[in-house]
């Protein structure tokens, strides 16, 4: 069974300051892995998918890394803002999405 | 990206009535659609994968009984919560899936959040 952890669970940063957030999982035999964002009470806004075959992603000031061979990905967010406060959620397909608990991100004005 | 849309966005049901959800896929036919639940301040766990046309399957340990899913159309897939309690509160989020293969990106709805009284 493919167990996905996020660490850290939450993360407290001031305004400007890059975020890293690490995601790892136990079953390398994965199609893609896809980072989502999710505001309190709200659905997913899905921010990047990565195939197995590639090792990064990037979008604006988001990239995405994946090390399926070591079970890792990382999530880098550039020159943080308050609007980036909410919580990251990774998300692991190896035919169903196994999601982890969550990194919970507070960026300080 | 495609979206997928979920009705109603919350519901409030008395304990013992029964209470539809609905996932659509506006702008691609979805062979394959996911039901999830979230607890407060939980991550999302799957329920049940449901295939246009066959029945549902469940995940371990949730009740067919209780969470019956219809996906009678490409584009609609129902879940029903029969005689609903308050532990069955929470938040439903589905997702739709691209046909051509397990590796295509699941596009999720906007949730809907169920409190039963």
């Known amino acids: 069974k493919q167990e996905v952890t996020q660490i850290p669970a939450a993360l407290s940063v001031p305004e400007g300051e890059n975020l890293v957030l690490n995601c790892s999982f136990t079953?390398?035999?994965?199609?893609?892995l896809q980072w989502f964002r999710q505001d309190p009470g709200k659905g997913l806004t899905s921010l990047l998918l990565?195939?197995?075959?590639?090792r990064e992603q990037t979008s604006g000031r988001l990239n995405a890394s994946l090390d399926k061979s070591s079970g890792r990905s990382t999530l880098y967010i550039a020159a943080s803002q308050p609007g980036d406060s909410a919580t990251y959620l990774c998300a692991v397909n190896d035919y169903k999405l196994s999601f982890g608990a969550g990194t919970t991100v507070t960026v300080r004005a | 990206g495609a979206v997928v849309s979920q009705h109603p966005s919350w519901v409030i049901c008395k304990s013992g009535t029964s209470v539809k959800i609905e996932c659509r896929s506006l702008d691609f036919q979805a062979t394959t659609m996911f039901w999830y639940r979230q607890f407060p301040k939980q991550s999302l766990m799957l329920m049940a994968t449901s295939n246009e046309g066959s029945k549902a399957t469940y995940e371990q340990g949730v009740e067919k009984d209780k969470f019956l899913i219809n996906h009678a159309s490409l584009t609609l897939s129902t879940l029903t919560v029969t005689s609903a309690h308050p532990e069955d509160s929470s938040f439903y989020i589905c997702?739709?899936?691209?046909?051509?293969?397990?590796?295509?990106?699941?596009?999720f709805g906007p949730g809907t959040r169920l409190t039963v009284l």
């Open positions: 997702s739709a899936r691209e046909p051509g293969g397990p590796y295509n990106e699941q596009f």
């Open positions: 990565i195939q197995s075959s590639q």
């Open positions: 079953d390398s035999a994965i199609y893609n």
